[in-house]
């Protein structure tokens, strides 16, 4: 196996250099080499890290899921492939009507498969132009729907500053801030907007929405003959303890984007749920009203098929609940201790954040924590201040102990020699 060096030392010269310097300044250099469940391994096997990030929920159910392996081998052993796009597949109507079981609500009972979560937002867009006549969409300002097509006219924070950097159209999107705020979508709102897209939680800094806001943005939407598209990409599939993180509000979208984790980690695997409406009116209304290659893949779906049903029993969402319950434990108790370092920040699920009391410490706590064996996810762009962490869901709570012993060891780094000492 190359070395990890050679490898960011490739990367830096004709590859994606981006990616290569960021670990590298942070003093993060890791090329993956085994992995298993939370944890990656580097690819000298020299060290071990716990995986919190999951590629946002790409790996939600741990690296090489063995089950998740076993029905991707399956599918191959089986003599399935990417199917042929133009005749239908058994494959392919097994993961429509699995997606239409675990729906947030009985209307969203039909879908589209796609291959990235990019394309299915973009779709979702492009279906409520189809749908209501209109052009414009509205957006919350930090969100992230992608960095293609449609999806990428409605990605608006500063950091990714898509439409600007690539020089994009920007006719589309409008963009509103603060999330949970419904006056200020309100205030956007008119008759020329097709579409409100958002994540059910406020994605930098991690805080579940605010009670009512979900329901709101929907009942708004439709006053104004628009339609809610509710991006469950990283959200969705257990994440936050539901099946949809739209489902703790109560709130009913007209279109529900689903990506990363239906990937099981291994096989690209996207979708839209959509309304029998919508969909007859997108998608069969003549015959070449869409089409797309691989948009109907009998491998992608035999994953897709296979991820459903293990989020769907009760032992994930019940290791679910242990998870947020010892995060809610622990980083409450350091907090407390902690009170100079740390302060409380949201747990909803498998999604935790705790909250920074020093902003010198934004830049130092990944490092410090990638030297303790840990991966974070990062460090909300926006206020709070707070370290977020998103772990697979399969993870034991045990898992949560490292985390929290490791930020303990750091305070008390810090607190002995300033930020540079952990
Ligand atoms: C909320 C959300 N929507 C859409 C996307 C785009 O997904 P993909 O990169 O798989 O196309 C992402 C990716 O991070 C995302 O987080």
Known sequence: MRPSKDIFDAYEERSWRSVARRQRALGMEFVAGRREGSYIWDAEGRRRLLDCTTGGGVHALGHRNPEVVAALQGAL????????????NEEHLGLQDALAASAPHAALNRSVLTLAASNSNDL?????FRVTGRRKVLAYRHGYHGHAGFAALVTGSAGENVIGYYNLPDATGRFFEPYGDLAAVERLIDRDVAAIIVEPMDYETFAPSPPGYLPGLAALAHRHGALLIMDETRTGLMRSGRMWMCQHSGAEPDMLV??????????P??????????????????????????????ISAAVGRKVIEIVRRPDLAANVAALEERFKMRF?????????????????????????????????????????????????????????FFPPLTSAPAAVDE????????????????????
């Open 77 to 88: 052993d089986r003599g399935l492939d990417g199917g042929m796009w133009m005749m239908p």
């Open 124 to 128: 979702a867009l492009l279906f409520a």
């Open 258 to 267: 689903c990506g990363k984790g239906l990937s099981g980690g291994l096989y």
């Open 403 to 422: 985390i929290a012993d490791a930020l303990d060891d750091i305070a008390r780094a810090w607190r002995a020699g300033g930020p540079g000492a952990a």
């Open 332 to 388: 409450g108790e350091l907090c407390r201790r902690r009170q100079d370092t740390f302060f409380p920040g949201t747990v909803q699920g498998a999604i935790a954040t705790i909250g920074l009391a020093t902003p010198a410490h934004r830049e130092a706590i990944a490092p410090a924590l990638f030297r303790r064996g840990i991966l974070m996810h990062s460090v909300s762009a926006i206020a709070p201040d707070g370290a977020k």
């Open 269 to 298: 695997a996207s979708a839209v749920l959509t309304t029998a409406a919508i969909y007859d009116r997108c998608i069969n209304q003549h015959e070449l009203a869409y089409a797309s290659s691989m948009g109907g893949n009998e």
